[in-house]
């Protein structure tokens, strides 16, 4: 492209289109908006590929999320994002491809506000993956903590958390607390008990 051009057209970052100034007024109603002597023009962020923005088209037949500045965590330091769109990300742990949807994008930088320059590294999986631990850990400490009011199918839970982690100690101490539980019945013991028998074996 010339340098002359480069005025003239500017490139959608949501259809990846050169867009001519006649289907960019929502990009230059943001240039007149948002104006400070400390940062570059919008345009000139636009231009450079540094801004979320979306063209007219984009954003009139809906491809787009028309973004709410006041709602974003961007501190003055960068741009909010004008647009939300989908973008596709690498996940940093199995290398995957996944998609950062428009959706995903406006409940994470609106509602949980999260900062404008942070994403997510992970795809969702890798993400849940990461957090299950932290989870299981919580519930965990949450039923011993109410182990006196627990059912026996919540010890059972006890039990089976130890299980996973290869605690066979903890889920035989347990399996006793199981046994004096009133609503345990006595195949629900003998089951248990064979299961902490069995991967005890596997374990050693």
Request: charged content about 30%.
């Given at each position: 492209m010339?340098?002359?051009d480069?005025y003239k ?6 259809c990846?289109q050169l ?6 007024t929502?990009?230059?109603k ?13 345009l ?10 979306s ?7 809906g491809?787009?999320?028309v ?6 965590d ?9 647009t939300?769109y989908?973008?596709t990300l690498?996940?940093?742990?199995c ?5 950062f949807?428009?959706?995903e ?8 506000k999260f900062?404008v320059?942070s994403y ?12 299950e631990?932290k989870?299981?850990?919580?519930r965990?400490t949450?039923?011993i903590?109410?182990i006196?009011q627990t059912t026996s ?5 006890i039990i089976?958390i130890?299980?996973?982690y290869g605690?066979?100690e903890?889920a035989?101490?347990?399996?006793s607390v199981?046994?004096?539980k009133k609503?345990a ?6 089951l248990v008990?064979?299961k902490?028998?069995?991967l ?5």
């Amino acid at each position: 492209m010339k340098e002359e051009d480069l005025y003239k057209h500017y490139r959608c970052p949501s259809c990846h289109q050169l867009r001519q100034l006649s289907g960019l007024t929502h990009l230059f109603k943001w240039n007149e908006q948002f104006k400070f002597s400390f940062m570059i023009s919008v345009l000139a962020s636009a231009r450079q590929g540094h801004l979320k923005w979306s063209c007219d088209d984009c954003i009139n037949n809906g491809k787009v999320f028309v973004g709410k500045p006041e709602d974003q965590d961007w501190n003055g330091i960068t741009y909010p994002f004008f647009t939300h769109y989908d973008e596709t990300l690498e996940c940093q742990t199995c290398k995957c491809f996944f998609e950062f949807s428009k959706k995903e994008k406006k409940f994470w930088y609106e509602d949980l506000k999260f900062i404008v320059w942070s994403y997510p590294k992970n795809c969702l999986s890798c993400r849940k993956k990461k957090r299950e631990p932290k989870v299981k850990n919580n519930r965990l400490t949450y039923l011993i903590t109410n182990i006196e009011q627990t059912t026996s199918k919540q010890v059972e839970e006890i039990i089976d958390i130890f299980l996973e982690y290869g605690n066979y100690e903890k889920a035989r101490y347990y399996l006793s607390v199981l046994r004096k539980k009133k609503d345990a019945s006595e195949d629900t013991i003998q089951l248990v008990k064979e299961k902490i028998n069995n991967l005890t074996q596997q374990g050693e």
